[in-house]
């Protein structure tokens, strides 16, 4: 083309645009709010038949008009209309900006109903993200402005969408709350759709709630029935899904399956509708249909432009060069949509494999921890004999020759069960089966406790304890001081163990506060041997420690800063290590306590005082035990408390005995041939409620401690046991059922 030409032709384009230009700022403004209207309506009967990308273009088209005739309340109701069409087609982050756009717009002109829809819309998308918590802010802030608009229409479909938010949080009470409202205000306002919705969810709640209650089915079934007869599909496909788990609960598998294979069909059939829609194939179709149109468009034209100069029509061919220009990146544009969709495809691929991966390392979690169980209770149980066998030797006199034998054999009889009892503690942290005890307590004094109940072993070693507690800090707070106490010991009795001829300094001050809930900070510093960095990484893992030649050389588990992080957590803390080889550790942790002014506590009567209140040689005792060896070792630390006993091997001769004869305790272990503990304790109890029955178990109190109320025992003494807890459990048993007897 030559330079004049170029020119002819950029000026007639330019005059062109001017001309046009001139033209629509010409047109009626209530015209163009006329084409707008029209659009939208256009867009709903689309979207109404799951045209959706069809849709969205109407309403492009609608939101050009309303923003060129300054529109803000249309603007801002199409960039909603927009949001919601762009949620159905999986495009959330686009959603979210037409939403944001939409929500300037209608606080800026005070369209407070329209910015309450856009409310409940972004608090949908939030649910499908997962993120529950900004939902609900955003359900709430939508109902707060429809109540002070006076739309209670709309009210309904909020506190439903509210009830599906709770029922994925399994908050049921919440759900069945909000569903009653939802279902009081629908019927109100004649609004079949989420009359049904919330009459089939309600179903769902209260099966959840109670698998037995008639209630749920009946409200699914006329939630299902309504779906029908207004043929609202997704409700249909959502009632057959509830009635399936609720004739599941109440064990009708028949039914059960029936309404399942019903819900599959019709989940398969909705997905086809919506691969038909949303299909890369469907959008090449629209976009073809649209190109061709565009073509035929400008073939009129051109002919209609025959008659007219060269000029003009080198104007005409340039525009359908643009068009196709623009047709073919709207093609790329296909094609980098048909790539996201299988690179989506592949995630969705991975995720499941993820998933599967989760559940395997589940269950292997789960059945080492059953293993552990097990296997420290196996060791728990002889470990009662080499224990209490030891203790029987030392106190019968021995020879100088063989006290240094038996002290080395009772050292390694608690060294083995402080390693049991630690791996026990680890897998209840691991299985997420510890639980808080908070309490009113006085920290300055615990602290205060625990260093002056490690003094003793911190002199052995040469070491010079320093305590150093905050000038004005508080000092009693509200938490579970047993977990305090425990982390405390742990980290000063390593700090010990690697110092000799040293210092260590427990530090606790404040780092914030607000009102009563303060964050304090721990420090437990000594000069000891340090710890490498390498070591550093791996200083909180299980069974770490320095080195074999530190394990040998100070002994440990290796457990006891596993056991220390694994506290701290649960009690939503923080836990550091700063440590020079040479030159000392500091280990450092914050945790949050609440204040709380110190109670005054009345102090319990010391029964084990009254001991010689009682005539011992009048005392029956039942021993409950299979094992020869726990036998003989119980019945002499009774014998030593001038106690006599009757010795059973099996729980239906314990049962038989305590139906012949008069006992003050029974003393019950609870693995045994034939009918265990539990269970003839159970049997004991339907004819004598008043017998005081001990439990005498190696089994974990905390996995089994409602087991054993269930059957009915007064108390629980765990194997292997020190022989002074021993005692004071009995004598105050005993004590007690001498002052019930005089009462009576």
Request: proline share 2%.
């Amino acid at each position: 083309m030559s330079p004049i030409k170029y020119y002819i032709v950029t000026i007639l384009i330019c005059f062109s645009t001017i001309l046009s230009a001139q033209n629509s700022a010409n047109e009626d403004v209530e015209l163009l709010k006329m084409r707008v209207d029209n659009y939208v309506t256009q867009s709903g009967f689309e979207s109404d038949r799951g045209d959706y990308y069809n849709a969205i273009d109407n309403l492009q088209k609608a939101l050009e008009l309303a923003k060129k005739v300054n529109d803000k309340k249309s603007t801002g109701n199409i960039y909603t209309k927009i949001a919601k069409l762009q949620y159905l087609v999986e495009e959330p982050e686009n959603a979210l900006v037409s939403l944001t756009k939409a929500a300037e717009l209608q606080r800026e002109i005070n369209d407070y109903a329209d910015l309450a829809v856009t409310y409940n819309i972004r608090g949908i998308l939030h649910s499908s993200k997962k993120e529950y918590k900004t939902a609900l802010e955003y359900f709430n802030s939508a109902k707060t402005k429809f109540e002070e608009e006076g739309l209670e229409a709309y009210i309904s479909e909020v506190t439903l969408n509210e009830a599906k938010v709770y029922i994925e949080l399994e908050d049921y009470k919440n759900a069945k709350s909000l569903l009653e409202k939802t279902i009081v205000l629908s019927k109100k306002h004649n609004q079949t759709k989420i009359l049904s919705s919330a009459l089939i969810n309600s179903g769902k709640v209260l099966q959840h709630i109670d698998k037995n209650n008639p209630s749920s089915l009946s409200m699914t079934e006329e939630g299902l029935q309504i779906a029908k007869s207004n043929n609202i599909i997704e409700n249909i496909n959502d009632g057959y899904l509830t009635l399936s788990d609720v004739y599941q609960g109440v064990e009708n598998y028949k039914l059960a399956n029936e309404f399942l294979k019903k819900h599959i069909r019709l989940s398969d059939s909705l997905l086809d509708i919506k691969r038909e829609n949303l299909s890369p194939e469907r959008r090449a179709q629209f976009i073809n249909e649209y190109k061709d149109a565009k073509t035929k468009d400008m073939e009129v034209k051109l002919e209609e432009a025959d008659a007219e100069n060269s000029l003009t029509r080198i104007t005409t061919i340039l525009s359908i060069a643009l068009i196709t220009i623009l047709s073919l990146l709207t093609l790329s544009l296909y094609k980098n949509n048909n790539i996201r969709l299988k690179t989506n495809n592949m995630l969705h691929k991975k995720n499941d494999e993820l998933i599967v991966a989760k559940e395997k390392a589940e269950l292997a979690s789960k059945t080492k921890a059953n293993f552990l169980s097990t296997v420290t209770h196996e060791l728990r149980t002889p470990l009662y004999a080499v224990t209490g066998l030891t203790n029987m030797l030392l106190d019968e006199d021995p020879k100088p020759d063989q006290i240094t034998h038996l002290k080395s054999l009772k050292f390694s009889g608690d060294y083995l069960l402080t390693f049991i009892n630690d791996i026990l503690q680890i897998n209840k942290i691991e299985a997420n089966k510890v639980e808080l005890d908070p309490e009113i307590f006085n920290l300055k004094k615990k602290v205060e406790n625990v260093v002056s109940a490690l003094n003793n072993s911190a002199l052995d070693n040469n070491v010079i304890m320093h305590y150093e507690f905050e000038k004005g800090l508080p000092e009693t707070y509200i938490a579970d001081q047993l977990k305090i106490s425990q982390i405390l010991i742990n980290l000063i009795g390593n700090a010990i163990k690697f110092t000799k001829d040293g210092d260590i300094w427990v530090r606790v001050y404040k780092i914030s506060q607000k009102d009563n809930d303060y964050t304090l900070r721990f420090e437990i510093e000594d000069n000891g041997i340090g710890i490498t960095k390498e070591k550093q990484e791996h200083m909180f893992e299980s069974f770490s420690q320095g080195s074999i030649q530190i394990n040998r050389k100070y002994g440990g588990t290796g457990l006891g800063l596993s056991i220390v992080k694994g506290l701290i957590e649960i009690l939503k803390g923080k836990i550091y290590l700063k440590s020079e080889l040479g030159k000392g550790s500091t280990f450092i942790f914050e945790i949050p306590l609440t204040y709380s002014e110190e109670t005054i506590k009345v102090e319990k009567p010391n029964h084990f005082n009254n001991i010689n209140e009682l005539d011992l040689s009048t005392i029956k005792i039942l021993v409950v035990e299979d094992n020869k060896i726990n036998q003989m070792i119980t019945k002499k630390i009774l014998n030593k408390m001038s106690l006599s006993c009757d010795i059973v091997d099996n729980g239906e001769d314990a049962v038989e005995r305590v139906k012949q004869n008069r006992y003050d305790v029974v003393l019950m272990d609870i693995h045994m041939p034939g009918i265990s503990g539990l269970e003839a304790t159970k049997i004991i109890r339907t004819f004598d409620k008043e017998l005081t029955i001990f439990a005498l178990t190696a089994v974990t109190l905390e996995d089994k401690m409602h087991e054993f109320d269930e059957a009915g025992f007064n108390d629980i003494i765990s194997k292997p046991f020190k022989q002074d807890d021993f005692e004071k459990k009995l004598y105050n048993a005993l004590i007690n059922n001498k002052k019930s007897a005089t009462s009576i």
